[in-house]
């Protein structure tokens, strides 16, 4: 890939957005939320004994519900992690923010433009979805703040 100074400092803020905001904390409170609620609702109390049909359908709607649950928590956390590292890398003044979007269409190309947009089974948003809401992040700026932000490394 050959990564720019400024998309590893776009790669390295993105994964200290996810720090910032707790991303893995809150993951793991969302699903021992989740579980209790779900282990309440259908009485899976993890004894030997076989378990009835609504047992069974309880303990796979849990199973099911959890990972459901993960796809659109962790597609929001990206979405924010992309936004601190844009924020980080405005702050710095040092680097233009568009250099995360350089970074993940040098991800896209490099998988062949695979996985594009974002897919209901997905744990990620899509490679191609990311660059256009950075895109359009972008084209909301002022002309005059892109004009001073585009002397910045990329």
Known sequence: LQPSE???AALIGHEIGHVLHR???ARILQQQILAYALQALFYQDDDP???TFGEA????LLKSADWLGQQSFSRANEYQADAS??????SSRQYNPQALQS?????????????GTTSWESTHPGT?????ALDEKWKALEFRERRKLAKNTI
């Open 23 to 25: 991303h893995s904390q």
């Open 49 to 51: 004994h076989k378990e």
């Open 128 to 132: 191609f979805d990311r660059i256009h």
């Open 85 to 90: 590292s844009w924020d980080l890398l405005i």
């Open 57 to 60: 359908i309880g303990e796979l």
């Open 6 to 8: 400024g998309e590893l």
């Open 103 to 115: 970074l993940l269409e040098k991800l896209w190309d490099y998988n062949g433009q695979q996985g």
